[in-house]
């Protein structure tokens, strides 16, 4: 509860699937209200009644800000504003660097990390009203590491980190910033591979991946419900055996 006695509440994007839609469940189960964000509206619509106690399914790309500005609209009308934004919208389109690949660059940078920071713009003014937000950014392994085939990917979240750090900084101690940086989970997120043999390769090995969404939105879960003096500011969180 906030200090005017309504729920807290937890806006999810990306919460169509995989990480996000874990992440919902376990956050309304924890006791927060929920806002789900995503282009797939159906999938939202079906999650928020099943969740129901005001849970609100909101059609919303996080590289469209008027979206996302009509989105804080309804989150202040409905459930009277936001204490906890999880940026978890995001795209892994593996491949070579080249030109073949230059719409998948763009695309990434867009959604992993402007839409991160456009979503964070628009929501920051419901965040801080209370003195006592959080900020969680779903960024990656790959923030930290990368390899021959993930270098913009790995640049979305390299910059998901840099920004987050310069963003604890300038927002604490009333908002809390965390970064979760999960390891291979099983999800929808290889599907969407353009590059046709890499689609394939990253499948097969995500096939056998054990670590679902359920484990990374436990985690989440539990930065957000710690006592307000306690901060936990960057998770890496891995299948045992990567
Ligand atoms: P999913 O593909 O299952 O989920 C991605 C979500 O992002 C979907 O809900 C999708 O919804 C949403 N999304 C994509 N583009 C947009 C957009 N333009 N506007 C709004 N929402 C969008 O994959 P994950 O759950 O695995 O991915 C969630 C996050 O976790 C991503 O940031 C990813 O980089 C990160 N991550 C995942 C790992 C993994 O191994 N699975 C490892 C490390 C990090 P819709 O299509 O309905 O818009």
Not at 181 to 190: D, M, N, Q, R, S
Request: negative net charge.
């Amino acid at each position: 509860m906030t200090e005017n006695s309504r729920p807290l509440v937890a806006v999810i994007t990306g919460a169509s699937s995989g990480i996000g839609e874990a992440t919902a469940r376990h956050l309304a189960s924890a006791g927060y209200r929920v806002a789900l964000l995503a282009r797939r509206v159906d999938r939202l619509e079906s999650l928020a009644a099943e969740i129901g106690d005001g849970a609100i399914a909101i059609e919303a790309d996080v590289t469209d800000r008027d979206a996302l500005v009509a989105a804080a609209l309804r989150v202040q009308d409905e459930l009277g504003g936001a204490d906890v934004l999880v940026n978890n919208a995001g795209l892994m389109l593996l491949g070579p660097f080249g030109s073949e690949q230059k719409d998948d660059y763009k695309r990434m940078i867009d959604v992993n990390l402007l839409g991160a920071m456009t979503a964070t713009e628009v929501f920051l003014d419901q965040l801080t009203a209370n003195g006592a937000g959080d900020i969680i950014n779903i960024s990656s392994v790959a923030g930290r590491t990368a390899v021959a085939v993930n270098g913009v990917y790995a640049a979305t979240k390299w910059g998901l980190n840099g920004w987050s750090e310069a963003l604890r900084q300038q927002l604490k101690p009333a908002v809390r910033v965390t970064v979760v940086e999960p390891g291979a989970v099983a999800t929808e997120l290889p599907q969407h591979t353009t590059h046709e043999g890499m689609r394939q390769g990253i499948q097969q090995l995500y096939s056998t991946v054990e670590v679902t969404g359920d484990d990374i939105a436990e985690v989440i879960t539990f930065a957000v419900t710690r006592p307000r003096h306690f901060a936990i500011h960057e998770v890496m969180a891995r299948p045992s055996g990567e």
